[in-house]
Nanobody, 115 residues
Framework: QVQLVESGGGLVQPGGSLRLSCAHS????????MAWYRQAPGEQRELVAS???????YYADSGKGRFTISRDNVKNILYLQMNSLKPEDTAVYYC?????????WGQGTQVTVSS
């Protein structure tokens, strides 16, 4: 059974930083596509950043220069380092993985950016 468990969300002031973690089952190998999505209230879920084999990364415009996605293939953890956070970054952040045949989602972690 594949599990994705996010952590690291919370309340942070504008300009602050958070690091999200997604602990995943070892079956999600380093070659598989993984990503962070987010969903704000009343909005559609959107891609924030993704990573695939050979450390190929992609960032949505909203996070370029502020967010960094990375993975620890030994600990089986996906990270999202978020710096210079803005109120518009407030959302539930979800970890996503696909083996090509199946797709998996975590339960989400709330990030609130507010003074």
């Amino acid at each position: 059974q594949v599990q994705l468990v996010e952590s690291g969300g919370g309340l942070v002031q504008p300009g602050g930083s958070l690091r999200l973690s997604c602990a995943h089952s070892p079956i999600i190998s380093s070659n598989y596509f993984m990503a962070w999505y987010r969903q704000a209230p009343g909005e559609q879920r959107e891609l924030v950043a993704s990573i695939q084999s050979a450390e190929i990364t992609y960032y949505a415009d909203s996070g370029k220069g502020r967010f960094t996605i990375s993975r620890d293939n030994v600990k089986n953890i996906l990270y999202l380092q978020m710096n210079s956070l803005k109120p518009e970054d407030t959302a539930v952040y979800y970890c996503y993985a696909t083996t090509g045949l199946s797709q998996y989602w975590g339960q989400g972690t709330q990030v609130t950016v507010s003074s």
